[in-house]
């Protein structure tokens, strides 16, 4: 029926969904402060839900569509769309000088359908959260119209059909993200983490712009579908549309420089360069190595914040894009192993820092790069749903941990009032008694994100780290390609051992998020409450200072005054002050929707128990698969001892689990945290290097931030001394020196004027008494036309040859001499000259007539 | 930071003691309908008629109603205005899907002195101006930007023309005539698809920087509207002129104002600036002088008549070899490189910023700049296409190390605002130099767009830097800080600016930058560094973001340090209505750039196709060039027809003889 309405290639459903959300952030925006709370709230709420049941109408028509097709296909399932052109928007030019349209088209299929649901929904949920947490803050319509503005961008990026749309989309939740991170912007650390994570985000759209000019040039197109119909063209065997990386460009190192030339240049794949820009892109968005460090910085935002772009929605736009774009990655194996060898590298490295973070939010936002790092090692092995399937239920788990972070941030800033302090992990503890709804719903996710069995956490983890043991990435044209180039250029094909590597490296990571996470849940709902003793002077100050031996740096810092009032809450230092208390109702619901959802949502893809349980088609695979059909053709080669070793693989996921979280409760619960201390204390030094990030912050300080730097100083002090001083004062140096000399000549004095007049005159008379024969030669026809230059009372004499006879013995007025040489002959004749007084000059002129006769001839030259 | 940032209510916040039971009920059912009308228009995109009719008269109101009541009528009427006009302007202007044939076949009529009226307006009126009392303060300023206005609405006949390869209001009369000594200067005006756009841009621009100018010029307002008006004429003159010596005339008319603006307005070291600005144009314009005279002299000698012709297409028709070519092609190339600028002569750009009144910034950024863009892209191109084809790889090189790169890493550590945002515009212009030497479609409609763009942001930009100027006497980034707070609407206006500026998608600069780069890589006119120029030309992307948003970091973040920051007015009315129809044209442009790109399609089509043709028949460098004597080609059937001398007794039988093809 909705098909009826809008039909599939021109669904403009579409426009509400995005309209919703934009005219939501433009209604806030403008109106906002005069609108007050109550309306703002009612904006931004209504824009987001009109938005999510548009979305899910549209998956209803989504699903009709699909299986229409499906049965029209005789149930094989193909890939449907529906999209929505709104307009025209520009073009460029392709690699054959063709025309490439860039509209604004928007397509929906399975896999943004899914995404689109989730932003809508966990956006909602948030959006619901965020109205109360946000109460008291006085640009309450600014955080709305940023947020709305914020899920317009998403829906943008996940909407768009084509790369540029999609790229509106991924710098406009890049800077949303600016706008939100630094939301405070009174303060200045929040203002420099929104600066931060643009830059690096920015550094990731390099790569995206390059990837998506390389692919204008090779497949000439910018679209999914024209991408998906030329990726072909990506894998070249051809050298010279091959990608030289040395000679830069392709070119030869000639003369000195021939030392440079390599022997054979160095070239990659056009579906290799592609897919390395395209996965810079998904880096700084995803916050994978090595550009991750401003997600930890982004944690200077509000919480709610945190927990919609910061976990849920935006750092999976990189997962996305590698999924949307599968079809181009798998072509390159390469890509397809860096991938994965990044995701599993920053799986790992983001655990052991969180292992002894003590701000909370920091736990949470290291452990959300970590696991974005296991969705790339998901995406990297070729296993697409699975990567997409963990997106998904890390929505669910992640934004509920960070909504949890938030209520007991708020229970504590209540109870504290200072933001620090009220992130503290080592100031909370017990507040299970205090808040038991966002205990019980923190508790759940915990056990979704540590893998607990049967939760959603488990199966997608689970899926990744077989995948990744089984799957074995290569390219589709290799065989192609191989006969092509009779044998000489040999596709890259990643070597046997990664998969085991990978796996393991992802088993040490899980182990480490469920100690990490246990940990977190322990310190903060377990024991005694410890936020008693800040407010007593004394233990104030020996915290300070065990805090400032730490070294602990956190800029995390979640206010809910707002900049402009700068005063500070006179603490009462003698009573203990209230107790921390539950969050009211809007906070409270989507803890629970999405604690259920962490729960449950794992049974969407339970493909663990595909084998023993006999189970046809898991729904998201099912759901999903037509997306993928075209990257899954040949990209993977599925181990033959897949089916035999995936209840191992399972039983060792679950043994990280076990072993992380026993280790947790053993050290925190058992122990009460002593054997943390001595652990600290006798490995001080890795202690010290995981508290402070491994120091990677302050590694790119010195090198590539003060390289920068320098190279900026240097450049304009160049700038300023040098290109200034030589084309201006250095110009205007000489000119100035020469009129200082030129100005000592105009001193006003008569008799020096007089006397270079004299001198003057004296050579203008030297100038007339000589005579001075020269002569203009023109050619016509093979005659040479020697024209005597004129003067008073001269009188010529004229030499055909010059060392022969004068043509007439006495001067005469005969100013003209024609000569007329063979052709590829030279004549020399001369001129002589007499004026009135008698004196006599001569000159030689030789004339050269060129062989061939349509040459031009050469103007006669002076011996 | 949101459009409305800003809105100052004057009543407090709405706090917990205004929210009594009923407060919202009001506002929120005007939401609910609000959401009704806006769902159903949206749902009506699709069907275009509504859009058409309706949103001219909606948008206008729901701006004028939006719009704080702080600001009288005077201010919120004129911004209803321009958000009406530029609706209007993006529904008419909006190019048709699928075009009728019989709106093809229809070819409207076009006004042939049109351009002669555009030319006429501002020059007389600075006659005018001269003929006022110099004490009617109000009467100058009013009359001045009266004139302006009149431009601007002479200006818009043009929008009406469907532009295609050629050029269109072609108007050629003999102003100095010699037969005896075979010499002709013709007033010669027309103007074409990439001409259109800048003479828009011209007469878009300075009116708002002269009202822009109302509040901070004080003193020697007469002169000054007469520089100012003079000013126009001689930009609007110098993009429409297609002779050569005309041109030559208009480009030195527009440099002499300029050099009193900045003179006698500007900042402590004026003097110095504007002699440093004169003195590098001038170098440059006296070479491009000789090479033109030269020109002419070769042409009158390859004539059949002997005539010396300084006409555009006439020129167009010589055929030099490579000694004659490299040295014009210098000469001219100087001259234009010099006033993009391009480094290493791109030193008197921030000195003459720095100095400049901030309309004159605003006009020397948005428009002058452009003028040797444009010429590069009119005369080097279409006048030495095989000197510019062997010299346009290494240019590009230095366009996007010189340009690019170094003028973003040095308006990085720029202390001063104005600065700042001066070397941001020789790393602008290294974008649309690099679009013109690689010489595809995408890229030279990116570097015309470009043009377009970057006299809207920038000039929005140096419009803004006035603003704070204005009160706080500085313009070094360390004497601000924290004016968020105090200046909401302000630093919302500088950060839509500022992100126009870094090539945010959705705002103009992103489809200019975008086509340049993607265009630069498909490029053959470069040789084997397309790929390395393309990459260098992106990574600058990343460097527009560090400076700029330092910039707004320091300027607009943070707490506040210094007192004289905490009791600064924010934007007034005046301010409000100079800076909001450029803020309204970063997003027109950047989310309709087909408006824009359509009309210049087929003129940039032509100019590719033209430098292509000289090029490609020979791959290697030198072999390109003639090698015999200088050859006349056909005139380009793309040009308008040839002058032919009016036969009087002819003329008589059949007026349209007159204007007909001439044969030689």
């Not at chain 1, 998901?378 to 997106?391: K, L, Q, R, Y």
């Not at chain 2, 001409?195 to 004080?218: E, K, R």
């Not at chain 2, 126009?500 to 340049?516: H, K, R, W, Y």
């Not at chain 2, 409000?576 to 970063?586: E, G, H, Q």
Request: aromatic share 12%; with cysteine.
């Amino acid at each position: 029926m909705l098909l009826s309405l809008f039909p599939q290639n021109d669904f403009s459903l579409i426009a509400v969904i995005l309209g919703m959300p934009l005219l939501g952030a433009f209604i806030n925006g403008v109106w906002g402060k005069r609108l007050g709370k109550d309306a703002v709230r009612l904006m931004a709420l209504s824009a987001i839900a009109i938005s999510f049941v548009a979305a899910l109408l549209t998956v209803s028509a989504l699903y009709g569509a699909a299986t229409a097709t499906e049965a029209a296909h005789g149930g094989h399932a193909e890939h449907v769309k529906l999209s929505w052109l709104a307009w025209e928007w520009m073009h460029t030019t392709g690699g054959r000088e063709t025309n490439v349209p860039i509209d604004l088209k928007f397509s929906v299929d399975t896999l943004s359908a899914t995404m689109m649901l989730v932003i809508t929904g966990v956006g909602f949920l948030i959006h619901l959260y965020a109205s109360s947490y946000m109460e008291k803050d006085k640009a309450y319509w600014r955080f709305f119209c940023y947020l709305n503005l914020f899920i317009f961008s998403m829906l943008l990026l996940i909407l768009g059909d084509n790369l540029p749309v999609l790229f509106v989309g991924w710098e406009g939740v890049g800077l949303c993200s600016y706008l939100l991170i630094g939301f405070w912007y009174g303060k200045t650390p929040n203002a420099s983490a929104g600066k931060k994570a643009f830059i690096a985000n920015r550094i990731g759209d390099f790569g995206l712009i390059c990837a998506m000019f390389l692919l204008v040039h090779y497949t000439g197109a910018l679209d999914w579908a024209g991408i998906e119909n030329g990726a072909g063209s990506l894998v070249t065997t051809a050298k010279n549309t091959r990608i030289h990386l040395w000679p830069i460009g392709g070119g030869e190192f000639v003369g000195r420089l021939a030392f440079l030339q390599p022997h054979h240049p160095v070239t990659i794949s056009a579906a290799t360069a592609v897919g390395l820009a395209l996965l810079l892109g998904c880096t700084g968005k995803s916050a994978q190595l090595p550009l991750y460090v401003w997600l930890p910085d982004a944690m200077a935002g509000p919480t709610p914040v945190s927990a919609l772009i910061h976990a849920a929605t935006m750092v999976t736009a990189g997962i996305y894009l590698v999924c949307r774009m599968s079809f181009v990655f798998v072509l390159s194996p390469f890509v397809m192993v860096l991938i994965a060898c990044i995701g599993a590298a920053t799986a790992l490295f983001a655990a052991t820092i969180a292992l002894v973070q003590n701000d909370i939010k920091k736990v949470l936002a290291y452990s959300t790069v970590s696991q974005l790092g296991f969705m790339f090692m998901g995406v990297g092995v070729g296993a697409f749903t699975a990567g997409f399937f963990h997106v998904l239920t890390h929505a669910f788990f992640k934004a509920c941990l960070f909504l949890g972070a938030g209520s007991v941030i708020h229970a504590m800033h209540a109870r504290v009032h200072d933001d620090e302090k009220s992130q503290d992990m080592r100031f909370m503890g017990g507040l299970r008694k205090h808040m038991p709804y966002t205990f019980w719903t923190f508790t759940f996710a915990t056990l979704a994100i540590i893998g607990f069995p049967l939760t959603s956490g488990f199966f997608s983890k689970d899926e990744i780290l077989f995948r990744a043991w089984v799957n074995h990435p290569v390219s589709p044209y290799a065989e192609r390609v191989s006969t092509l180039s009779k044998g000489h250029l040999h596709l890259y094909e990643p070597p046997t051992w990664i998969g085991p590597t990978l796996y393991f490296v992802g088993l040490a990571a899980a182990t480490l998020t469920a100690f990490y996470m246990c940990r977190l849940l322990f310190l903060t709902f377990f024991g005694e409450f410890r936020g008693w003793t800040i407010g007593r002077p004394s233990a104030l100050l020996g915290l300070a200072q065990s805090k400032h031996a730490g070294g602990h740096d956190a800029h995390g810092a979640d206010a809910h005054d707002d900049d402009d009032d700068d005063h500070h809450h006179q603490e009462d230092l003698s009573t203990p002050g209230y107790a921390p208390h539950e969050s009211p109702w809007q906070m409270t619901v989507p803890l629970m929707i999405l604690a259920a959802l962490s729960l449950f949502a794992g049974f969407l893809n339970p493909s663990v128990f595909k084998e023993t349980l006999h189970l046809e088609n898991l729904p998201l695979d099912k759901w999903l698969d037509p997306v993928f059909d075209e990257a899954a053709k040949g990209s993977v080669k599925v181990a033959d001892n897949a089916h035999h070793i995936e209840l191992y693989l399972t039983l060792g996921a679950f043994a990280a689990f076990a072993v992380g979280s026993y280790l947790a409760y053993w050290m925190y619960i058992q122990k009460k945290g002593e054997p943390a201390k001595q652990l600290a204390e006798s490995a001080g030094a890795l202690y010290r290097g995981a508290l402070n990030k491994w120091y990677v912050d302050e590694i790119y300080e010195a090198t590539i931030i003060n390289g920068t730097d320098a190279l900026a100083d240097t450049a304009a002090s160049f700038d300023q001394t040098v290109v200034d001083g030589i084309i201006a004062r250095l110009t205007s140096l000489i000119v100035a020196a020469l009129g200082t000399i030129l100005r000592t000549v105009q001193n006003g004095v008569v008799h020096v004027y007089a006397a270079v007049m004299v001198v003057g005159i004296a050579a203008l008379g030297f100038f007339f008494v000589v005579p001075h024969p020269d002569a203009i030669v023109t050619e016509k026809n093979g005659d040479y036309v020697l024209e005597a230059a004129p003067g008073y009372g001269y009188g010529y004499r004229w030499f055909p040859d010059a060392t022969g006879k004068p043509l007439n013995e006495i001067f005469n007025g005969e100013t003209k001499l024609t000569l007329h040489p063979q052709a590829g002959k030279t004549i020399t004749a001369k001129l002589e000259v007499v004026n009135a007084f008698g004196l006599t000059r001569a000159k030689e002129f030789t004339v050269e007539r060129p062989a061939d006769p349509d040459k031009n001839m050469k103007l006669g030259q002076n011996p | 930071m949101s459009a409305a940032d800003s809105k100052h209510d004057n009543t407090p916040d709405a706090g917990p003691a205004t929210s009594a039971p009923n407060a919202w009920v009001v506002p929120s059912i005007t939401i609910l309908v609000l959401f009704a009308v806006l769902t159903a228009i949206l749902f009506f995109v699709n069907r275009g008629d509504i859009i058409g009719l309706a949103a001219p008269v909606v948008v206008p109101a729901i701006v004028a109603a939006l719009i704080p009541q702080k600001h009288g009528w005077r201010v919120r009427l004129p911004l209803a205005i321009f958000a009406g006009l530029a609706v209007i302007f993006v529904s008419r202007m909006m190019p048709a899907v699928a075009v009728d044939a019989t709106d093809v076949a229809e070819i409207p009529k076009e006004p042939k002195t049109l351009l002669s009226w555009l030319l006429a307006l501002p020059l007389l009126g600075a006659v005018a101006v001269l003929f006022m009392p110099r004490q009617a303060h109000k009467t100058l300023q009013w009359t001045t930007l009266g004139i302006m206005l009149v431009t601007l609405a002479v200006s818009l006949p043009l929008m009406s023309i469907t532009w295609g390869r050629g050029y269109h209001l072609n108007q050629d009369i003999p102003w100095i005539e010699s037969e005896s000594l075979h010499f002709s200067i013709h007033y010669h005006v027309a103007i074409d698809g990439i001409s259109f756009w800048l003479v828009m841009l011209t007469t878009f621009i300075t009116p708002i920087a002269t009202y822009a100018s109302f509040g901070s010029i004080n003193s020697r307002i007469k002169d000054w509207c007469f520089a100012l008006l003079l000013l126009e004429g001689g930009m609007l003159g110098a993009f429409i002129s297609m002779d050569l010596f005309l041109f030559y005339v208009f480009w030195e008319v527009m440099l002499i104002p300029m050099y009193v603006m900045i003179g006698v307005w500007g900042g402590t070291n004026r003097i110095k600036s504007a002699i440093k600005f004169f003195l590098y144009t001038m170098f440059g314009s006296l070479m491009m002088l000789a090479a033109i005279l030269y020109l002419a002299y070769t042409f009158g000698k390859a004539a059949p008549g002997g005539m010396t012709s300084f006409d555009y297409f006439e020129l167009q028709r010589l055929v030099l070899p490579r000694h004659i070519q490299i040295w014009l092609f210098g000469a001219f190339a100087l001259s234009f490189l010099i006033k993009v600028p391009m480094w290493p002569v791109h030193t008197w750009l921030p000195d003459a910023h720095t100095e400049a009144p901030t309309a004159g910034s605003v006009i020397l950024a948005a428009v002058m700049l452009k003028m040797g863009t444009y010429g590069y892209l009119r005369f080097c191109v279409g006048l030495f296409p095989e000197a510019s084809g062997e010299y346009g790889a290494t240019l590009a090189g230095v366009a996007v190390l010189g340009g690019i790169l170094y003028g973003a890493l040095c308006a990085w550590k720029q202390d001063d605002v104005k600065r700042l945002v001066a070397y941001s515009s020789v790393a602008h212009l290294g974008y649309v130099m690099l679009g013109i030497f690689a010489a595809t479609q995408a890229s030279m409609e990116g570097a015309v767009l470009q043009m377009v763009n970057h006299g809207i942001s920038t000039g929005a930009l140096f419009l803004l830097v006035g603003v704070v100027y204005d009160r706080r006497h500085t313009r070094q980034l360390a004497d601000f800080g924290g004016l968020a707070k105090t200046m909401p609407v302000y630093a919302t206006m500088f950060v839509i600016a500022t992100l126009a500026s870094i090539g945010l998608p959705g705002t103009n600069g992103f489809v200019g930058e975008f086509m340049i780069i993607t265009g630069t890589f498909v490029s053959n006119k470069l040789g084997h560094v397309a790929g390395i120029q393309s990459v260098g030309a992106a990574i600058g992307v990343i460097l527009g973001a560090l400076y700029m948003l330092t910039a707004v970091q320091k300027m607009f973040f943070g707490p506040i340090t210094k007192s004289e920051n905490k009791h600064v007015s924010d934007i007034n009315g005046r301010e409000l209505i100079a800076v909001a129809p450029l803020i309204i044209m970063i997003f027109v442009i950047g989310l309709f750039p087909n408006i824009f790109l359509s009309g210049m399609r087929d003129a940039v089509s032509r100019v590719a196709s033209d430098y292509s043709a000289r090029l490609e028949p020979a791959p290697a460098m030198n072999q390109r060039y003639l090698t015999g004597p200088i050859v006349l080609n056909p005139r380009s059937s793309d040009a308008p027809p040839a002058y032919v001398k009016p036969d009087p007794a002819a003329a008589k039988a059949d007026p349209a003889a007159a204007n007909g093809e001439a044969k030689q």
